[in-house]
């Protein structure tokens, strides 16, 4: 299971490297950038994430805001108010260093992180059933108890006989019965995953272990 996540994420990490290109923004644009940034209390900012590179290119060549917006509204997605705050220090940091290697590891990581999330919580059904699969395959391979198919037997040939014995006693007598090889607690797991347990009666009854014979 490790793996199947493990090659998702390296994935999603060679994916997202350079989704938003520092180094493209040059000369005038960085002057802007500094200025926007250093006053950015005075701006609305509004941070968009595309999926597709044709479309993060042309968002990037057009200069007008609202031109920007509309495109931005129809072929990306804007990003939540935390992930826009992060953008925009990282942006503040850059403007203020002019570090491209140290702005574009930041901004890869927020992206990173960002489609991340977004993609395990739309696959979040696949995901579950991968991890009950690989959790059942665990269980499966692990050796079984050599006192369950025995102690299953005695549970239900005494509940047949007697439905009405609580549980929590009855547990005991088996786990005695088997020398304390098997806990209470285990016996009550294998109970409710076998399903033996006959509906709750409305009092409990005294009751004595009912031994099949062994095979």
């Known amino acids: 299971m490790i793996n199947i996540f493990q090659k998702i ?4 990490i060679e994916s ?32 968009y994430r595309f999926s597709e590179d044709k479309y993060g290119k042309k968002f990037s060549s057009i200069n007008n805001p ?14 939540g108010e935390e992930e ?30 960002s489609i991340k999330k977004d993609f395990y919580f739309e696959q979040r059904g696949c995901i579950e059933a991968i991890i009950r699969r690989e959790c059942n395959r665990t269980i ?3 050796p079984r108890n050599k006192n369950k198919d025995r102690a299953l037997e005695i549970l239900s040939a005494t509940w047949q006989r007697y439905p009405g ?3 929590e ?7 005695n019965h088997l020398n304390g090889r098997v806990s209470v607690d285990t016996l009550k797991r294998w109970i409710k995953s076998a399903g033996i347990r ?3 009666p409305e009092k409990s009854t005294s009751f004595s272990l009912v031994i099949p014979d062994e095979a």
């Open 9 to 12: 994420d390296d994935i999603l």
């Open 16 to 47: 997202t490297k350079s989704m938003c290109d520092v180094s493209s923004v040059r000369g005038s644009s960085r002057s802007e950038l500094r200025r926007v940034f250093r006053h950015a209390n005075d701006y609305t900012c509004v941070v």
């Open 66 to 79: 609202d031109e920007m917006i509309a495109f931005g509204e129809k072929y990306g997605k804007k990003v």
């Open 84 to 113: 826009r705050d992060l953008f925009q220090a990282i942006m503040f940091i850059w403007s203020m260093t002019e570090d491209d290697r140290l702005a574009q590891k930041m901004v890869d990581d927020l992206y990173y992180n």
């Open 140 to 142: 499966a391979s692990k």
């Open 165 to 167: 014995a609580p549980q």
């Open 169 to 175: 006693s009855l547990c005991v007598a088996v786990r």
């Open 198 to 200: 006959p509906k709750k």
